[in-house]
């Protein structure tokens, strides 16, 4: 049974960085993707960065690129998403999730399996 822990999250200031953990526990099975989302309070939640585990791919939504990195560490079984320049509307609860399709172009898909959620909370 796969399991996913995030970790990571925290209050940082404007402008600042913070890398978030997804670790995996059990066996991917036919999940071939990981993606993060983001939780605004009181909004639903969307994705910003997936990642295939088979390759090199990601995909990252418009919003977060070139400020946003998801990558992994095979070994550890660990997936990471690494953000910069971090602003108020950043702030949430981050969840990863394991996908069943990956496609180049839109990303990881067909979700099944999530983790409880880290908070991270950007302040001014």
């Known amino acids: 049974l796969l399991q996913l822990v995030e970790s990571g999250g925290e209050t940082v200031q404007t402008g600042g960085s913070l890398t978030l953990s997804c670790a995996a526990s059990g066996s991917f099975g036919s999940n071939n993707c990981i993606g993060w989302f983001h939780q605004a309070p009181g909004k639903e939640r969307e994705g910003v960065a997936s990642?295939?585990?088979?390759?090199?791919?990601?995909n990252y939504a418009d919003s977060r690129k070139g400020r946003f990195t998801i990558s992994q560490d095979n070994a550890k079984k660990t997936i990471y998403l690494q953000m910069n320049d971090l602003q108020l509307e950043d702030t949430g609860v981050y969840y990863c999730?394991?996908?069943?399709?990956?496609?180049?172009?839109?990303?990881?898909?067909?979700?099944?399996?999530w983790g409880q959620g880290t908070q991270v909370t950007v302040s001014s």
């Open positions: 990642l295939y585990l088979g390759g090199s791919g990601t």
């Open positions: 999730a394991a996908g069943r399709e990956w496609s180049s172009t839109v990303g990881c898909g067909r979700y099944d399996t």
